[in-house]
């Protein structure tokens, strides 16, 4: 017996592809709920929360936080209408999203508050290397590509929360911690699997018995 998609290819099809309609609630600075759906923003890669950048100054900040409260100031609420072209690992549609005739995408890498994931789409390329030239939103500093800080999270390397970010390492030496700015800071992983763990002071990581680096 055919299917009744065999019968109506076309209606299945087209069913298939529907726009994804309603109102905007920003979970983070390229991801939002679009009425009942997550979706994920196509072609751009905001920066994490809890992501630090760094002024032309040297000082860091939490640009993650502003990205999302920035995007969520701009966008939550708003009527969206977006263009699935898939689903991601995550069971998110990945789509292209619009308010009234404004490509959000477009705008979020235009302004400097996303990057271009040109890893999927070389579609906001141009319209990044315009927001650098130009020092607009994030890139009127320093950043970090958020896919790179996102494979450090996962060797242990950045803090869950960035208020905890002394590393207590366990080594042929005992149990030590780093302090950042300490030589092997950057490269120590923190496996947690293994009683490895993050201290939000040096008082706590003293207290609890482990000994400073010494270098």
Not at 42 to 47: E, L, M, P, R, S
Not at 201 to 207: C, H, I, L, T
Request: aromatic share 8%.
């Amino acid at each position: 017996m055919l299917t009744f998609c065999a019968l109506f290819g076309l209606l299945c099809a087209t069913a298939a592809s529907a726009d994804i309609t309603g109102p905007i609630r920003v979970i983070d600075g390229d991801t939002f709920d679009v009425g009942t759906t997550r979706v994920r923003i196509h072609g751009i890669d905001a920066v994490e929360i809890g992501q630090t950048c760094q002024t032309e100054q040297g000082t860091r900040w939490d640009c993650g936080t502003f990205v999302k409260e920035t995007v969520r100031a701009r966008y939550d609420g708003i009527q969206a209408r977006c263009e699935r072209i898939e689903t991601d690992r995550y069971g998110r549609a990945v789509a292209k999203c619009f308010v009234a005739d404004e490509d959000i995408g477009a705008t979020l890498v235009s302004d400097g508050l996303a990057l271009a994931y040109r890893e999927y789409s070389m579609d906001y390329d141009l319209l990044e290397k315009g927001a650098a030239v130009n020092d607009r939103g994030l890139w009127a500093g320093t950043l970090q590509n958020p896919s790179v800080v996102r494979a450090q999270k996962a060797v242990g390397r950045v803090p869950p929360n960035p208020a905890c970010n002394i590393k207590g390492n366990i080594s042929a030496n005992g149990q030590i911690y780093h302090m950042p700015g300490d030589k092997y800071y950057e490269r120590t992983g923190i496996r947690t699997e293994r009683g490895e763990r993050w201290f939000c002071s040096a008082a706590e990581a003293d207290a609890a018995g482990w000994v400073r680096a010494k270098r």
